[in-house]
C-alpha cells in the first residue's frame, strides 16, 4: 500500500470521527462520489494511500485521490446514515 505520501487537508470532523470509533476506514467511490467506511464493509487495495490518523489508518482510493485536496466531514454521511438505520434495527 502506498504512504501517505500526499497532503491532503482533513476535517477535525473526519479524524475525531475515526479516533472515537477505534478502527481503520477507507475513502472510496460509489456512484454518489467519494465515501469514507470502515474497511470491513470496503477492503483496502494494494494501490490505497494511506494516511495515520492516531493509531488508525485512513485508505484512499487511489482514483479518489487523484481529484481530492481535501477530506471532509460530508464523506462520513453514507456510513452515518447505515449506523442511524442498524440502530434503529436493534
Do not use: W
Amino acid at each position: 500500500m502506498g504512504k501517505g505520501n500526499r497532503n491532503f487537508e482533513i476535517d477535525s470532523e473526519v479524524k475525531s470521527f475515526i479516533l472515537e470509533h477505534k478502527r481503520d476506514f477507507r475513502l472510496c467511490t460509489t456512484c454518489g462520489g467519494p465515501v469514507i467506511v470502515p474497511v470491513e464493509m470496503k477492503a483496502p487495495k494494494d494501490s490505497d494511500i494511506v494516511v495515520q490518523i492516531g493509531p488508525n489508518k485512513l485508505y484512499i482510493s487511489k482514483v479518489q485521490a487523484h481529484y481530492l485536496h481535501r477530506i471532509e466531514k460530508q464523506m462520513l454521511a453514507y456510513y452515518k446514515r447505515y449506523l442511524e438505520k442498524t440502530s434503529q434495527n436493534i
